[in-house]
């Protein structure tokens, strides 16, 4: 069993600033990457960020620059931090985990952002 449990999300003005957690916590070994996706009203689920073991990022086009993604080995943690926020980036963001295999998704914050 992995438990994934998100925080940080809420109603902020655009402009403003949030920052996501997401604690990682049971049975899983090696973990290859941990990330946030997003799914907005009426659209797919898209990938924000990722980071991969080793440290490597990735982000989507639309986050570029204003995002960024980091991670807590120690706690199993990662965080997502997202300044500059516009009413488009309004979405439920979920938190990921992959290892051997295995992918897991957390239940889910709301982010909103107002205009």
């Known amino acids: 069993q992995v438990q994934l449990v998100e925080s940080g999300g809420g109603l902020v003005q655009a402009g403003g600033s949030l920052r996501l957690s997401c604690a990682a916590s049971g049975s899983f070994f090696s973990i290859n990457a941990m990330g946030w996706y997003r799914q907005a009203p009426g659209k797919q689920r898209e990938l924000v960020a990722r980071?991969?073991?080793?440290?490597?990022?990735e982000y989507a086009d639309s986050v570029k620059g204003r995002f960024t993604i980091s991670r807590d080995n120690a706690k199993n943690t990662v965080y997502l931090q997202m300044n500059s926020l516009k009413p488009e980036d309004t979405a439920v963001y979920y938190c990921?985990?992959?290892?051997?295999?295995?992918?897991?998704w957390g239940q889910g914050t709301q982010v909103t952002v107002s205009s």
């Open positions: 990921t985990l992959g290892a051997l295999g295995n992918f897991y």
């Open positions: 980071i991969i073991s080793g440290g490597l990022t």
